[in-house]
């Protein structure tokens, strides 16, 4: 394998963890707004596993950042002068956001600011940061004067950007209500536990509805993109097993509780299920960065260059293991934490 | 004005707001680590409410530090993306080992803020030594690829940009980085200590206090001192080695702040004043005649190369004089206080038994505003005194920047969000600590 092909499969692989985490973060962020003064204790619950960890998803969207100047300068140079604008008003509603979260809780009389800010964050962020894809599948990028030029006027009358949002809101509130399905019964909360079941069992076909109708707007100018996808359809077939796995186990009857249902089971099939499908649209979006002007091999970095940034993630990856595990421990399995009143 | 202005304007407001969280986020975690080991080793209350205020204060800070953290570095891909195209080939490594740091700051920041309490002693102050060790680990990394800029190493660049025969890790310890990094970190160090000594002043100046608070506060406010006076001691020291970086591989960087135009030894040193651009002079400074040869390198004749020697179009701003004039005019008068503050703490306190004296407490109010500007001076300074490269003879300004159009909204909007969040976190930290003030600490602490 090329060393451009190994750089492109650590960094999907970067932004798709942080898809799933971004997704549960920000979700729960919605759901906790949604849910703030709800009979169970579902807003509570929420709001229960964002406190200790939006700082390390927050870490971890700069680390995607600094993997893709790192891996593929010349592509960074060419987004960072694109996506100026909405990557500086993510910037903006990011650090608003980050403020509230460690202001309220140092003062109470800010909470419901907090709730309120992160809600909305929590669905304008992901929106915003889902520009990418529709962006990078060429036809919003005009060079004149020999500079870049992103067209916005067209960018944002494109229906093929507002599938591209729908698609990416529904898959972040899918994601996190089963992910927060699953945090709850672990907390033995079984009216949140309900709540979040229902809602995961609403958006799932949502999800699908909204995927199949971005490919179908899919502009002119991404047909090769289509063909590519079609290339790949072994791995959309499986991601579909893997939905339909995960969609059913939520019916599965469990012995903790009245309610049906395995979340644990159901939230690892459906981030299998993007797995898969994320997979096959990267494989099919290959050899571009962002079409047409610019692949993997124009952007790629000095050879020296990602070796040594390999090894160091190897060494830190091998440092934080333990830390994350401690982390673990302490905020997603400690019952004195998981079931305090 | 023209984009590259904007540009770095833009990128200056960023970083002028984001450094003085980022610099008390390394400070401080050394004092609350400071605090946790002494409340281990005498077995004193006082010490672990100082580390839990201390705490609070510092995640407050960190809310911001975090977000602007981000900001900055995002923004390093949208307003210089020449220059993040030649960092990303080069240099990427520390920020991305940087990261790494960021991650273990994070980790334990969040179990030692919320798990404090399910955590047995010593796995606490572990907690709280790995923050303060990826606090400083971050700011060290960073430093990194700012000394490079200052001094690039590690790559050969042809003609027409195209970078070939790369070293990551030449790159990385370039030859000012040791240098530079141990300066950013001790002299963030001394702002943290400067920072409590001030909180502490002002309580004492203010009075009002119960004989607990009293003793809580002396303790400290001493204990700040201390810290203080070490380590404005040695960022003196590595300042002046920073300076002889400077001599050896940025000279117009020196001649510049210094103010020398004509090559020469036994080269005076210019104190204050301001470079006249029309006579090309410092004017209205104090000379004290060798001083500078012999600070660039311990010789009265060493030869130190004046602006003359350099094409003027590639001249440093002569503003930079002043700045470094500041810098290091604070640097000396913050470390002058702290040996008087402790001077009289003995005299006053052990020998006389009188009471300290006010005016010396109100002085010592204005330490930690006072390091904060001479970190901001010394950016200033570093960045500026580089122009007009943004990579040292690599890359100018101008080549780096942004061509987009759009800056000016979006720098408004981000200093209006500068201002918001500066004056939310210093609203949140009174009304916080005015709603839990230490007397109530003593009531409800019966220890861990």
Redesign the interface.
Known sequence: MHEEVIAILVLWTFIFIYSIFGSIDFGAGFWAMIYHEHRTSAGKIANRFL???W??T??F???L???F??????G??????V???P??LI??L??????F???S???Q??RKTMFFISGICGVLIPALLITVLPVSQGGFISGFNG?D?LLIGKLFTSPSLYMYILFGLTSELFLSSLFLADYSKVSKQEGAYRLYRGNALLLGPLTLVAAVVTLLVLPPEANWLIDNLSDQRIWFILSFLAFLAGYGSLWWRNRDMDTAGKPRLALLAIIAQYGFASYGYGMAHLPYIVYPGLTIYDAF?????FY??MI??AV?LA??TP??Y??WR??LK?K??LQQE | MDTVVLARSFFGTSLAFHIIFATLGVGIPLMIVIAEILHQVKNDNDYAIMAKRWT?AF??L???A??????V???L??LW??F???????I??P??????A???E??????Y???AD?LPKFFRIISVILVAVGAVASAILITAVNTWMNTPDG?KITKDGT??D????DAFFNPSFLSSAFHVSVTAYMTGAFAVASVGAYKLLKGKLSKNESVYHKKGFLLAMIVGLLFSLISSFSGHHSAQILHEHSPEKLAAAEGLFETQRYAPLAIGGFTDPKTEEVKYGIEIPWMLSWLAAGKFDTKVKGLYEFPRETWPPFYVHTLFNVMVGIGFMLLGLAAVALFFWWYYGKRKKRPYPRWLLFLLIFSGPLSMLGIEFGWIFSCSGRQPWTIYRVQTTAEAA???Q??AP?FL??IG?YLM?GI??IL?LT??FKRNPVSKEFEKYSGY
């Open positions: 406190s200790p960890t700082e390390i927050n870490v969207l700069v680390l950042v600094v993997a100047v790192g891996f593929f300068p010349k960074a140079f060419t987004l960072g002068t996506l100026l604008i990557v500086s910037l903006f990011l650090a608003i956001r980050s403020a979260m460690v202001f809780y140092s003062v009389g800010y500079r030029v970095t000095a050879k020296e260059t040594s940034l160091m993630y830190g440092i934080l830390g994350f401690v982390f302490l905020f400690d004195r934490y | 609070k995640a407050v960190l809310g911001v975090i977000p602007s953290g981000t900001i570095g995002v923004q891909s949208l993306p020449g993040m195209e030649i960092v990303g080939k080069v990427s490594l920020f991305q080992i940087e990261l790494f960021f991650f273990i994070a980790l334990f920041m969040s179990i803020v919320y798990a399910r790559f970078i070939f790369v070293n990551p890790w942004t061509q987009s759009n800056l979006l909007l981000f969000l969040l939310l976190t949140i009304s916080y």
